[in-house]
């Protein structure tokens, strides 16, 4: 006959053991989020993907980005946009900007298209969890 028995010393070990691995996990599943958000945020200057932070509490990690213009890139502008109508200037005639080396005067643009880098971004981090639980559970042995 064989006998198992499974000893558990201390109830505080196992709660120390656990809020390491929780921490380890936070740590390494916001980092690997950051960084898939900063490979996937499309590029011009560079600005939005660098904007990228993380703030830390005991029980979430928020990773956050103020750069007031990538909601646009993500959702669109324009007749892609959550209006479905075009750009038009409020108060001028003409809508003026400088864009590839040229200057414009344009009554309407259609917008930008969505490039919805957030959404490609989740799925990527939602798949390299596992990977985050294993790194974490070094904790636990």
């Not at 064989?2 to 980092?31: M, R, Y």
């Not at 509490?57 to 324009?78: A, C, F, K, M, R």
């Not at 075009?86 to 005639?93: E, F, G």
């Amino acid at each position: 006959m064989v006998k198992v028995s499974i000893c558990i010393n201390s109830e505080l070990t196992f709660k120390e053991d656990f809020q390491k691995f929780k921490k380890e996990l936070l740590d390494e599943t916001s980092k690997n989020g950051k960084i898939t958000l900063q490979e996937n945020t499309p590029k011009d200057t560079g600005a939005g993907a660098k904007a990228y932070k993380i703030k830390k509490s005991d029980n979430q990690h928020i990773i956050s980005n103020d750069t007031e213009y990538l909601p646009w890139v993500n959702d669109g502008t324009g007749i892609y946009g959550p209006r479905r109508q075009r750009i038009t200037p409020k108060t001028a005639k003409f809508l003026h900007f400088h864009w590839r080396g040229r200057e414009w005067y344009l009554k309407s643009v259609r917008g930008q298209r969505p490039q919805r880098f957030v959404e490609v971004s989740m799925i990527e981090i939602e798949k390299s969890v596992p990977q985050a639980v294993m790194i974490a559970s070094r904790h636990l042995r």
